[in-house]
């Protein structure tokens, strides 16, 4: 199995695009219940101090399975405590006021077994608030499978996959009901006007794309990203301004225990 190779730079490109979700899902949270606040999926950092600014007498910390994206996490503050962890098989040692997860769960599977166990992790009153991009339609995805069936990539990438789409509303909800007391689940499509298509792929790169890069060497992912530039040049055609839509639905959930 291939190690994913986290960019935080590359990631971190696109932050205020990437925390439009984020400020809508922290507009739905009411702090109800004692303990500390759990950010899964940390990354870098910068959603995880959003979290610390909102709640400023709590203790907040961010858990990652990237070394190299805590370390960009820990030269950001040093009021939050930076956890390795694998979220899979993490667990507080106390019942948490708040796990959140942003943009990290749709790397993690199983969601049948792994979120009613967050759930039982929280605190009575406590919240369960994730959000997920839902990718089955989206053309950048469209665009990556295309370039999958094509050789040398089905051959050498083989194996390798991107993250899965969470699952439907439906089935969320059906999940969660005997464990909570309120579930709440929408879903949200965002067009993020980028400055061009190297922006959309680099927007990839720093995401989707990541299982496949890490597995590449350095000739071969500039020889990848330019038949993904390739394919993508068809679907993602400039605005009269010049910039180009970068289409993302996300889906939300909050539970609350």
Known sequence: MTTRVWDPSLYLTFAAFRARPVEDLLHRLT?????PIYDLGCGAGNITALLAAKWPDRPVIGVDSSAAMLTQARNRTS???WDLGDIADWSPPEPAAVIFANASLHWVPDHAALLPRLVAALAPGGILAVQMPNTADAPYRGCLDALLKQEPWRTR??????HT????AEDYYDLLT????????????YAHPLENLDAVVAWVSG?????YLSALASEEKQHFLGD?????????????????LFTMRRLFVVARR
């Open 165 to 168: 789409d969470p699952l439907r």
């Open 228 to 244: 993904y530039r390739e394919a993508a040049a068809e679907i993602y055609r400039p605005q009269a301004d010049g910039r180009v």
């Open 79 to 81: 009021h939050i405590r």
């Open 178 to 189: 005997p464990h909570a007391i309120a579930v709440d689940i929408w879903e949200t499509h």
């Open 157 to 162: 990438l083989a194996g390798i996959s991107t």
């Open 207 to 211: 995401a989707a794309l990541v299982p």
């Open 31 to 35: 702090l109800e219940a004692a303990g």
